[in-house]
């Protein structure tokens, strides 16, 4: 996701000025969406209540409209070791058709963005960027591939995204694709044709339930949309928005950019030192203070906390000692949680009080809640 949580806090512009719009934002404006510019792009909310929207992607499916994220594609001989030398992970071991969750760090260690990379070919990778880093991220890119035998370039205006993601989602897709959906590993990808266009089809996705995520031309987009949405008419599909994707993430224990993550943390510090990979053969930008702070006990960490109240933690809240009052933490993300019924949040505290069961205190608007520290993620999949 971008830099900036739609868990609240929503504008209702029809389209916000000097913001893009995706090429399915006259099927939203038909679907009777609300707005926001998010990102620098104008995109749907909700339709309705996004509280229902998240119950059906619990349930059975949601549609949702994800051309604001960024694709960078990387080829030729070299194109394997340029991404190993460029981001934290080791994407050269990436066998093709598969994908890998990754981050690209400057020299600090600091997280520029965090990244899905795919493999489409031996010599050919997809990079799939948050939308506000795109552009960062393919100079970036650009800049740490010269000394390679590969071609970067930003291709973000020849992709649209849309994802399937709940229960029914494979029974959805294997409807309007021929390709066997049911066999496709999670992050896996595979070319097929939908609608009698070329797509890129993926299962992944960013709301803690089965999925799968469809790349097409910018052109086939809409077509996409109504055979999906047609398809999943018998699944009880609904269109869904930004705010019932946040919420989703977040009782996952997903991390967002620009909140749980960004320049100031690391790997390590959120809790995902294991996408570091230091034995590589051309070293990888950051490598020096990434091995320095995996080496040295960390100060914060991020923890799932759970509400007992009715009132939720939100982004930027304080985290408080309950004993003294005194800050000891920040809530990264925070929201009522629609499946488990009570507020939920992440939050990064000190290393000594993120064991589970430790209790703790948010300052939510001048009132001490009660909070207490809990397991992540905060919702699994069949349970």
């Keep these: 996701m ?3 949580s739609p868990a ?31 990102s620098g792009w104008t995109m ?11 119950h059906a992607v619990r349930t059975t499916a949601g549609l949702f409209d994800l051309c604001h994220m960024g694709e960078i594609e990387l ?34 260690g600091g997280i520029l963005d965090d990244l899905v990379v795919y493999r489409l070919a031996e010599q050919h990778f997809l990079v799939v960027a948050n939308a506000g880093n795109a552009e960062v991220v393919a100079a970036e890119l650009g800049t740490r591939a010269r000394r390679f ?15 399937v993601q709940g229960p029914r989602s494979a029974a959805i897709v294997a409807e309007v694709v021929p390709l066997d959906v049911t066999g496709l590993k999670y992050y896996g990808i595979d070319a097929t044709t939908l609608s009698g266009r070329d797509v890129l089809i993926a299962r992944t996705g960013y709301t803690g339930e089965d999925g799968f995520e469809v790349y097409c031309a910018p052109e086939d987009a809409a077509a996409i949309w109504k055979s ?15 705010a019932c994707r946040d919420t989703l993430r977040l009782e996952a224990g997903m991390p967002l950019y620009g909140q749980e993550l960004d320049r100031t943390r690391t790997p390590f510090d959120a809790g995902l030192g294991r996408v570091v990979v230091f034995d590589k053969d051309d070293g990888f930008v ?49 929201a009522p949680s629609p499946t488990l019924g009570h507020p939920i949040a992440l939050a990064y505290v000190p ?24 397991t992540l993620p905060f919702y699994r999949r069949g349970t």
């Design 2 to 4: 971008s830099p900036s």
């Design 8 to 38: 609240r806090g929503f504008a209702d512009p029809d389209a916000p000025r000097n913001a893009r719009t995706t090429p399915l934002h006259e099927t939203h404006r038909r679907l009777g969406a609300t707005f926001t510019d998010f």
């Design 44 to 54: 749907p909310v909700r339709y309705g209540s996004e509280i229902s929207e998240h």
């Design 75 to 108: 080829t030729g001989p070299e194109a394997a070791r340029a991404l190993d030398h460029a981001l934290v992970g080791r994407p050269s071991r990436i066998a093709v058709g598969r994908a890998r969750y990754t981050m690209i760090c400057d020299e600090s």
């Design 149 to 163: 035998d590969a071609v970067v370039a930003d291709t973000s205006a020849r992709w649209s995204l849309l994802a």
């Design 228 to 242: 999906l949405a047609e398809a999943g008419d018998r699944h009880d599909l609904v269109p869904a928005g930004l």
């Design 286 to 334: 950051g490598a020096a203070a990434l091995a320095a702070r995996r080496d040295r006990a960390p100060e914060q960490i991020l923890v799932g906390l759970r509400a007992a109240g009715r009132r939720a933690p939100r982004a930027g809240y304080d985290v408080l000692d309950p004993a003294s009052g005194r800050p000891v933490g920040r809530v990264t993300s925070g």
């Design 351 to 374: 290393a000594e009080l993120a064991e589970p069961g430790t209790p703790l205190a948010v300052d939510i608007r001048g009132t001490s809640a009660a909070v207490e520290v809990v």
